[in-house]
């Protein structure tokens, strides 16, 4: 009876390890299954971040125009509207030079004008 009752507190033991080591392959099946649905979750997630992005950034140019695009169009019309105003600034420039050199001729006429009676009352 004792002989019986050592080899069944053994088989136990034996039976208990046993279950303790399915248990622990159970876990780390678990685990492992886990991890990889993290993984796949994040690159499934990484993806659709990029897919958006993409989409994003399609319909930013559709819409809005590329920075670059949008940055060269202001180039465009700075050097343009700066070409314009030193045009119409030298058009002016010459407008102004005539109207001044008008202005000395009547002023010397005017002055001409002026001194000759003086110079005719005079002598």
Same mark, same amino acid.
């Given at each position: 009876?004792?002989?019986?009752?050592?080899?069944?507190?053994?088989?136990?033991?034996?039976?208990?390890?046993?279950?303790?080591?399915?248990?622990?392959?159970?876990?780390?099946?678990?685990?492992?299954?886990?991890?990889?649905?993290?993984?796949?979750?994040?690159?499934?997630?990484?993806?659709?971040?990029?897919?958006?992005?993409?989409?994003?950034?399609?319909?930013?140019?559709?819409?809005?125009?590329?920075?670059?695009?949008?940055?060269?169009?202001?180039?465009?019309?700075?050097?343009?509207?700066?070409?314009? +105003? @030193?045009?119409?600034?030298?058009?002016?420039?010459?407008?102004?030079?005539? +109207? +001044?050199?008008?202005?000395? @001729?009547?002023?010397?006429?005017?002055?001409?004008?002026?001194?000759?009676?003086? @110079?005719?009352?005079?002598?």
């Amino acid at each position: 009876m004792f002989k019986n009752d050592s080899q069944s507190i053994q088989q136990l033991l034996v039976a208990e390890k046993k279950a303790e080591e399915k248990v622990n392959q159970a876990r780390k099946r678990k685990n492992l299954r886990l991890k990889q649905a993290k993984e796949e979750a994040h690159a499934e997630i990484l993806c659709l971040k990029n897919e958006k992005e993409t989409e994003f950034k399609d319909h930013e140019a559709k819409f809005l125009g590329s920075k670059e695009t949008t940055e060269l169009k202001i180039e465009r019309d700075t050097e343009r509207n700066l070409s314009e +105003l @030193y045009e119409k600034s030298q058009q002016i420039f010459v407008v102004i030079k005539s +109207l +001044l050199r008008f202005h000395n @001729y009547q002023q010397s006429c005017l002055e001409d004008r002026i001194t000759i009676p003086i @110079y005719l009352s005079t002598s």
